[in-house]
């Protein structure tokens, strides 16, 4: 293992080069501070057309680059090339760019990744099938299980569920799910947040987590055998079912470290009111740290260039930190 007082190399995707990923990069590269290393994975020329929307005094120096490092794969700004469209051949370049990520890092040339949004839809239209990025960076490690962490500075969660229709979600739910998101959870939040004994707390899946089965039975039949299952952990560090109000007001307060939540809004709501610039998705599971920001492509504002980059600001610092610990672990 190198030495962990080394510079974290830190890799960033631009995602779908139409949506606001190249300006985010651009902005946020202006403001970024401390030793990490960063290399740019993405269109140099989209790069500059994203530059150049941007005022001087908010560029980076080097064609808004600075210090970093530009992978260009050439593969989308050329001519006919507009922000906020929605084509296969930009669902393939962002497809190529995680590629090329991922032979970064089996080459040790970075140490963890933050991608940029893509769009589902262009993705699909280029031919893969891919839900999005946890489904892609599982498949392309070979990891059988991944969990999906949504953070911001006050509240973290891990989804058990993660895009799934809400009709689904109950049919869907599995206690070796829970038991897997929660065992996977807590090993995370030791080696990538040094958080030495967790707190967790889970929620129910119902309105009071079904008031002892009065209101649904998914508490009774699904979540409590799933808990029970936890041998070896310290009971006292992990609490559920609980109503998910409570829950989330409680780890609010700061007594719990994290929430197991068991669908996708079940966590989002909570994040974007207590937090939303400085939301961050983090895939755990993986074998280095992937983080994101916690918006999509935004097309619509993409050709404007008026992008917010504070949630890629605290997706690169989380990555950073994250990365030490692991390196320290």
Do not use: W
Not at 76 to 102: H, Q, T
Not at 313 to 320: D, K, Q, S
Request: net charge positive; charged share 25%; aromatic share 6%.
């Amino acid at each position: 293992m190198r030495n962990s007082r080394e510079t974290i190399k830190v890799g960033i995707t631009m995602g779908d080069p139409s949506g606001v990923g190249a300006v985010c990069i651009a902005k946020a590269l202006k403001a970024l501070r401390g030793p990490a290393a960063y290399v740019v994975i993405g269109d140099r020329r989209v790069f500059e057309k994203a530059c150049d929307k941007l005022p001087a005094s908010r560029r980076a120096t080097n064609r808004g680059l600075g210090r970093a490092a530009f992978c260009d794969l050439r593969n989308a700004g050329g001519s006919g090339f507009s922000f906020g469209a929605i084509k296969a051949e930009y669902g393939r370049a962002s497809i190529e760019y995680l590629d090329c990520a991922m032979d970064l890092i089996k080459r040790r040339e970075i140490d963890c990744l933050v991608t940029c949004p893509i769009s589902k839809e262009a993705v699909h239209l280029a031919g893969f099938t891919y839900a999005g990025h946890t489904e892609y960076l599982m498949k392309k490690t070979r990891t059988e299980q991944a969990v999906m962490m949504l953070a911001n500075r006050k509240l973290k969660f891990s989804l058990v569920t993660r895009h799934l229709p809400l009709r689904a979600v109950a049919s869907r739910l599995t206690s070796d799910d829970i038991y897997k998101t929660i065992v996977l959870t807590q090993r995370s939040l030791r080696r990538l947040f040094n958080i030495k004994e967790p707190r967790i707390v889970v929620c129910g899946l119902n309105p009071h987590a079904s008031d002892n089965g009065l209101i649904g039975d998914e508490e009774n039949r699904i979540i409590r055998p799933a808990l029970a299952r936890l041998e070896g952990f310290d009971k006292g560090s992990i609490d559920g079912p609980l109503p998910a109000d409570a829950a989330i007001e409680k780890a609010a307060g700061n007594l719990y470290d994290c929430v197991i939540a068991m669908y996708h809004d079940q966590a989002l709501i909570p994040l974007k009111l207590t937090g939303r610039l400085t939301g961050v998705n983090i895939t755990l599971g993986l074998p280095f740290v992937r983080t994101s920001p916690l918006h999509g492509t935004a097309f619509d504002i993409a050709a404007a260039g008026s992008a917010d980059p504070a949630s890629l600001l605290e997706a690169v610092t989380l990555a950073i930190r994250c990365a030490t610990h692991l390196k320290k672990a």
